[in-house]
């Protein structure tokens, strides 16, 4: 069974740094892509980060400059390094998995989600 396990949220003032981490467990084949998800008090899920296989990474707007994905592929994790943080950023972030391929058939891409991770920007 496949599962994400968030952790690195927390209570942060403004222009401080968290980072982010997610593991991917089970029995796993290939991951396309593995990124990051908000939701804040609005309640409106947006991407925030994005990295593939191949290494190329994607961010949302908001975030270019201040936020860094990474990926290790190898141990199936996903970082995101968040720098000077806004009160804006506050939200539950969540790990996704793209088209996640397990060692049993039919072998077919499925898409996950973590459970979420509190992240809290204020003074």
């Known amino acids: 069974q496949v599962q994400l396990v968030e952790s690195g949220g927390g209570l942060v003032q403004p222009g401080e740094s968290l980072r982010l981490s997610c593991a991917a467990s089970?029995?796993?084949?290939?991951?396309?892509?593995m990124g990051w998800y908000r939701q804040g008090p609005e309640n409106t899920r947006e991407l925030v980060a994005t990295?593939?296989?191949?290494?190329?990474?994607n961010y949302a707007a908001f975030v270019k400059g201040r936020f860094t994905i990474s990926r290790d592929s190898g141990a199936n994790t996903v970082y995101l390094q968040m720098n000077n943080l806004k009160s804006e950023d506050t939200g539950v972030y969540y790990c996704?998995?793209?088209?996640?391929?397990?060692?049993?058939?039919?072998?077919?891409?499925?898409?996950?989600w973590g459970k979420g991770t509190l992240v809290t920007v204020s003074s």
């Open positions: 996704h998995a793209e088209k996640l391929v397990i060692s049993t058939p039919p072998y077919l891409g499925t898409d996950y």
């Open positions: 089970g029995s796993i084949l290939s991951i396309k892509a």
């Open positions: 990295v593939y296989s191949s290494g190329t990474t």
